[in-house]
């Protein structure tokens, strides 16, 4: 049994290292690069979502499919003042209610939308409003 243990302690963090590695990182903690997506290897929950499409043209699509966007939208200090310019005031501001947030080191927002049982995770790149283009989505949930 003492051995047993003392392997286990000694490969644990090899195999805690082994999941942080490749596909297995939990991505709604650490969105991928957008240079490091290969859009051939996305899945298919949304036929006619396409890599590089404008965020806004997606998500009218997405809602007419009948996905349900989840509302995040909180009341921040940010939003009430009228001269924010961050990306998410902008967007809770056009009605993006299913905006998880955008990471202010990385040029990217993720978004939420629930259809049935089925998740829909989905990231846009770019640093304004007007630049916003898909760039990954998942059967995630938040």
């Known amino acids: 049994m003492k051995i047993f ?26 969105p991928p690069d957008p240079e490091s997506v290969d859009s051939q290897k996305l899945p298919k929950i949304v036929p006619w979502l396409a890599h590089g499409m ?23 200090l940010a939003d009430e003042a009228p001269d924010c310019e ?3 005031c902008q967007l809770h501001r056009k009605g993006v209610i299913e905006l998880k947030g955008c990471p ?18 989905l990231m846009a790149t770019g640093e304004e409003l007007q630049d916003l283009t898909v760039y990954y989505w998942a059967n995630q949930s938040p």
């Open 5 to 30: 243990i003392f392997v286990l302690l000694l490969f644990f963090p090899i195999f805690a290292i082994a999941q942080k590695s490749g596909d297995t990182v939990d991505l709604r903690y650490y």
């Open 54 to 76: 404008p965020f806004f043209n997606a998500r009218k699509k997405i809602l007419e499919y009948g996905w349900k966007p989840l509302n995040f939208k909180k009341t921040w």
């Open 104 to 121: 202010t080191d990385k040029p990217v927002c993720v978004f939420y939308y629930r259809k049935g049982h089925s998740w829909l995770q």
């Open 86 to 88: 961050l990306l998410d």
